[in-house]
């Protein structure tokens, strides 16, 4: 057991107490340390994603450094895409990009092969559940694990060029419904592997964000598809925590329809705001700025940004879990995750008040 000398609970202990209402030693805190996650390991982004066991280990040694309550599996936001012929780009030290997607035009859709995407045919899939299993089996008893997931509209993008899948939503939507109902049914299969093996899912969506598209087309082209997703997780006795990227204040309420276990919000969302709608029905996750804070804060600002967020959502009515507002990306000082841990040990003790920070 590697524990964090400021911890009393387990992360693992931490998240059955509080899915359960009771007390714990602190809040949830869980930074996404995902992308970056090699810096904690001393390895380039290429040198983490190599191998499902250098993938498990940035994890291990970032819980090791900071005893952060969630590991995370990257199966990620391209992963549909390039199982089916999308071409990435392979930088040696920051995220794959797609630089040439498979499907140029709708009327081509019937030429796909989304069994290229089913586990026995992904390497990439492979890799990335062993690398689950590998946190689920090493580190299960001590700490839980979450498979970082693309949402439906996401993986469209990943096998469609974002500008003109948002033109499809207007000019061909049943084409576009047609390729969000071959996402759904190959995203059902992926999440139940994720499940099987004793992961959470990390449902991200960046592509349906209040920033990209209008609350009209996020009920006719994402809505749908996502509450099935949402009953097959659920079907499967999984948990899943729903996340899209920026602005999402005029689809807040369209999320809690798909009945996630939990939401996370961006810190474009005040977290007020989103606690106002949220707290009636699930927890609410967020919200700390992933780049003007953690990446180019100090410590102290960082500090001073997790009060915040506790001061403004510790007492929402279905709890609430201290989060970055997304994933954290690119050369982020590792003393900055120390202050957010510190920070939620500080602000966030049981039991929870405003004696906390007063």
Not at 91 to 99: L, R
Not at 203 to 211: L, T
Request: hydrophobic content about 35%.
């Amino acid at each position: 057991m590697v524990m964090h000398k400021g911890d009393q609970m387990t992360p693992i202990e931490r998240l059955g107490c509080f899915l359960n209402g009771q007390e714990m030693d602190r809040i949830l805190a869980m930074p996404l340390i995902c992308s970056m996650s090699g810096k904690c390991a001393g390895m380039t982004h290429r040198q983490k994603r190599a191998t499902a066991e250098s993938e498990a280990q940035c994890q291990i040694e970032a819980y090791k450094k900071f005893g952060n309550d969630l590991l995370i599996a990257e199966y990620g936001l391209h992963t549909v895409g390039k199982a089916l012929g999308s071409k990435m780009s392979d930088p040696e030290d920051a995220v794959p990009a797609i630089i040439d997607h498979v499907l140029k035009d709708l009327s081509d859709i019937d030429s796909l092969d989304f069994n290229k995407a089913k586990l026995e045919n992904s390497e990439d899939f492979r890799k990335h559940l062993d690398c689950a299993k590998i946190l689920v089996d090493k580190m299960g008893q001590e700490v839980p694990t979450g498979t970082l997931i693309s949402g439906p509209f996401t993986a469209a993008a990943s096998i469609y060029p974002v500008e003109k899948l948002l033109k499809g939503t207007i000019k061909r939507p049943d084409d576009i419904h047609k390729l969000m109902r071959l996402c759904t049914d190959v995203l059902k299969e992926i999440h139940n592997e994720f499940i099987s093996v004793g992961s959470m899912i990390l449902f991200c969506e960046p592509i349906a964000s209040g920033s990209i598209i209008s609350a009209k087309t996020y009920k006719e082209f994402v809505l749908p598809y996502t509450v099935e997703l949402m009953d097959n997780i659920h079907a499967h006795n999984g948990i899943v925590c729903y996340h899209i990227c920026g602005d999402t204040k005029k689809i807040i309420s369209e999320m809690i329809l798909t009945k996630p276990d939990m939401i996370s919000i961006d810190n474009r969302v005040p977290i007020g705001y989103a606690k106002e709608l949220i707290e009636p029905y699930m927890p609410l996750v967020g919200n700390v700025d992933p780049v003007e804070t953690m990446i180019l804060g100090t410590p102290e600002d960082v500090d001073n940004s997790v009060k915040k967020c506790i001061q403004e959502a510790y007492d929402s009515k279905n709890g609430y879990i201290l989060c970055t507002g997304c994933d954290l990306n690119g050369n982020i000082p590792l003393e900055n995750l120390e202050a957010f841990m510190n920070a939620a040990r500080k602000y966030g003790k049981y039991p929870l008040s405003s004696s906390n920070w007063e």
